[in-house]
């Protein structure tokens, strides 16, 4: 199974994500999202894998986040806008997102890991 890592370095949740996903023994290419965010095709792939609704992949207690007022702007954004914002700036991801095998993963849940990439 080969899988992409979308992380932060500095994130801790991420780090605890990454080392589970070592500890199962998984291959997979670590991407600092930060630096290089998922294309626009990337993240229409990993939405669809996901089965997540698109608002699910914003890091909504980022600064970023809350600097573009994205609470009030999102709502009326269409998926495409929404799509381009997201592979504009990683920061504005929530991580981590381990993508692959068709399947996505955001944020970090030990049990979903688990489950999902075990």
Known sequence: MKLTYYGYP????????KKSLESYG?????????????????????IAASELDIKKF???SGNVYRELKLKDKLPTMTEDEKIKLLS???MLIKRPIVYGNGKTTVGFKE????????
């Open 88 to 90: 504009s700036n990683g």
């Open 26 to 46: 998984v291959t997979f290419e670590e991407i600092n999202i930060a630096e290089n965010p998922p294309s626009e095709d990337e993240l229409r792939e990993m």
């Open 58 to 60: 914003f890091n909504t």
């Open 10 to 17: 500095k994130c801790s949740t991420c780090r605890k994500a």
């Open 111 to 118: 049990e979903t890991f688990e489950k999902v990439w075990r």
